[in-house]
């Protein structure tokens, strides 16, 4: 397998080598070049997310990247190519309006496949946001002529992502192991580069006719990040969302994200609700998994969805005035009975914090050295050097065999920080871990969490192994 991969890993270089230096001139060659050398990309990177991801059950991200690269037709109007992330065309009798433009290492072959199926021109292309699952394939899409809309946030949400691609890639290679080790660095398959040409700021929605059908794209910030939009079909009723609800409908949405990125605003999340809500939606179309129908039924999950942040959020104001702290708050604040929803994605808890810190920000206002850059660990090595490792070790697994994992987790915080490596101490780390992860498992499933729990346990194993 190594052989294979490297084989075709060459005959990529040389292609995209050729592109490099000109020596494709046809405009229309240099295009087909690029797709089939993104295609070969993708089809290695499949392989290894694949035979690296073998076993995974429960992480949703493992249920994503199994899904086939195919396409289906949604109605004569709407046809979409699955993957990891979907690619949606509408096609009308003046040519195709896409949304979104998936994964770049799936991009060329959800292209080419939509391409065979409804051939013709592309005179809009619509990014839902600037994640690189979403608009990895818009350079094989763009034509001449070709409008790309965003909403109008979007050059600066790209900017910053790009600007921390490094950072962000590693804490989401951290989460995901089976991720590629670094970002893709050829050409056609960089993120970052995306020139929109039509803008929808906050307001009114962006309309326009192709073919005899109506479309309008309507911003609805506060989901995916400040430059999310939604597609909305007017005459059939119909709404592709982007990620504006998470892999899952109806769900707590993910207003905090633990790979990184900027906290999502919670008010601006409602309004959009709100305006989704007054279209009513008889089907939406997301950009992860498959649509979703139900007429009275979808309305009813929207307001939930909608009630459900908004007593969240109300939730946090009163507390704050009431003079909780923000911990007091993530452990009382619970949906009540009629607003429950999903946490797979998002938890109630970190929205709870996040509203928070949205709000006031990261100083709590309750200690001094919060506004300094000496942290806590600073002092653990004092504290084994006067209360003795074994000591804190024994104290922290009475905390632990009490139900008190957390309490446990801070002490062996400070016997096993800076690298510092005590066997017993590393065991009851894993035992505090695993408790965290048999309560995660048993009460939200939330996909994130259990991801971060599976990692500090593999890296508490290897530091078993290390310490001997």
């Known amino acids: 397998m190594k052989i294979h991969w490297r ?3 060459g005959i990529i270089s040389t292609l995209a080598t050729m592109l490099s230096f000109g020596l494709v001139a046809c405009e229309d060659a240099k295009k087909s070049v690029e797709l089939r050398a993104a295609e070969m990309v993708g089809d290695i990177a499949q392989e290894r997310l694949v035979e690296m991801n073998s076993g995974e059950t429960e992480r949703a991200a493992a249920d994503l990247i199994n899904i086939p690269i195919e396409i289906r037709k949604i109605s004569d109007l709407i046809y979409q190519a699955r993957g ?81 691609q490094p950072y962000l890639w590693y804490r989401n290679r951290t989460l995901f192991p089976f991720m590629p080790e670094n970002p ?67 769900q707590f949405p993910n207003i905090f994200t633990m790979r990184g990125e900027k906290i999502r605003k919670p008010i601006e999340y409602i309004r ?11 089907m939406i179309i997301p950009s992860h998994n498959d649509p979703i129908e139900g007429g009275e039924g979808l309305l009813t999950s929207l307001i939930k969805m909608r009630d459900a ?43 709870v914090k996040s509203i928070w810190e949205y709000y ?41 065999d009490a139900g008190r994992p957390l309490e446990g987790l801070h002490l062996l915080e400070a016997v096993l920080g800076d690298g510092r490596d005590h066997r ?5 780390r894993r035992q505090a871990l695993e408790m965290l992860l048999e309560e995660a498992r048993e009460t939200f499933k939330n996909s994130y969490e259990i991801d971060w729990l599976r990692y500090r346990i593999r890296d508490t194993d290897s530091r078993m192994v290390e310490a001997g």
């Open 424 to 428: 017993a101490g590393l065991e009851a």
């Open 360 to 400: 006031a920000t990261w100083f709590h206002f309750d200690t001094t050295t919060e506004l300094y850059g000496v942290p806590a660990s600073a002092v653990y090595a004092d504290l084994v050097e006067l209360a003795g490792a074994d000591a804190l070790v024994e104290r922290a697994k009475k905390h632990i």
């Open 272 to 282: 959009s609700l709100d305006r989704i809500i007054a279209l009513g939606p008889e």
């Open 84 to 164: 990891v992330s979907n690619t949606n065309v509408i096609t009308t009798s003046e040519g195709n309006v896409v949304f979104d433009t998936g994964l770049a290492t799936q991009a060329a072959k959800q292209r080419r496949l939509l391409g065979e199926a409804i051939p013709g021109p592309t005179p809009y292309v619509i990014n839902s946001h600037s994640h690189q699952d979403h608009v990895g394939g818009n350079s094989f899409w763009l034509e001449e002529g070709t409008e790309l809309i965003t909403h109008a946030e979007f050059p600066e949400e790209q900017r910053y992502l790009k600007a921390l």
């Open 184 to 250: 893709p660095d050829i050409g056609f398959l960089v993120y970052g580069n995306d020139k929109p040409t039509i803008l929808v700021d906050d307001g009114e929605p962006y309309k326009f006719e192709l073919g005899g059908v109506r479309f309008e794209v309507h911003p609805t910030p506060g989901a995916e990040g400040a430059d999310n939009i939604c597609l909305w079909l007017p005459e059939q009723k119909v709404l592709f969302s982007g990620d504006f609800f998470g892999p899952l409908f109806p």
């Open 309 to 351: 942040v908004q007593f969240v959020h109300d939730a946090v104001i009163a507390g704050m005035n009431d003079g909780k702290d923000v911990n007091q708050l993530m452990k009382e604040i619970q949906l009540p009975p009629e607003l429950e929803l999903s946490q797979v994605h998002g938890r109630v808890a970190w929205g």
């Open 7 to 9: 084989l075709r890993s």
